[in-house]
């Protein structure tokens, strides 16, 4: 547990810049983000046309 603390440790205080690494997580995260908004705003949108077309069928 003491080394984790000590490489925990290092890491912050390490300036070096990011790599591809760290780039190519940052960029997975921002995808996943991406389609679970997306997902969410279709289902949304899916659930509103659904309704005004049972509105408009029922009048």
Known sequence: MKSF??????FLKSEDGP???EYAVMLA???IVCLTAIQSVGTNANTTFTNV??????S
């Open 29 to 31: 995260l921002i995808v």
């Open 53 to 58: 077309a049972a509105s408009i069928a029922g």
């Open 5 to 10: 603390a000590l490489k925990l440790q290092k």
């Open 19 to 21: 790599t591809a690494v």
